[in-house]
């Protein structure tokens, strides 16, 4: 259990840097207007931090999935998914309703909820990548 809750230090410390960024006042960034706006560095930024957010919340536990079966791996898949979309959806409800000189987006939301997703894929791969190399260092 001890080795299992060090696994989230490094998704809480991602969580708590999001949570400031996302409190800090933003009057200079642009409002979201139209659906052209999608492609603003805002979303791009939104996109970033919550993909790191969703990988770095699986990384803690990089050591511990070697040793379960792949039924915990894809239990700590969509744990982690929900975790971390949940936490985006927190995030633009608090900046809409919490934080001063800020709002909520359901464009920032589906940008967020689409890094956490790629975050999971960037694991996804990194997983299977070191499988491969890990098994091709036990065949030599």
């Known amino acids: 259990l001890r080795r299992l809750s060090e696994g989230f230090y490094p998704g809480l410390i991602c969580a708590i840097v999001i949570m400031v960024l996302v409190g800090v006042p933003g009057n200079f960034f642009p409002a979201v207007v139209t659906l052209w706006d999608w492609l603003s560095p805002d979303k791009l930024v939104h996109l970033l931090m919550f993909g790191l957010l969703s990988f770095m919340t699986l990384w803690g536990y990089r050591y511990v999935i070697p040793q379960k079966n792949k039924n915990y791996f894809r239990k700590l ?6 975790i971390t979309i949940s936490y ?5 409800i608090l900046q809409k309703y919490v934080f001063i000189g ?4 359901v464009y920032d939301f589906i940008a967020d909820t689409i890094g956490c997703i790629l975050g999971v894929l960037t ?3 990194y997983c299977k990548k070191n499988k491969k190399i890990s098994q091709s260092k036990m065949n030599i």
Request: charged content about 10%.
């Open 88 to 92: 985006a959806g927190l995030t633009e």
């Open 123 to 125: 694991f996804m791969f």
């Open 77 to 82: 898949l969509v744990v982690s998914s929900l």
């Open 102 to 105: 800020r709002y909520g987006c």
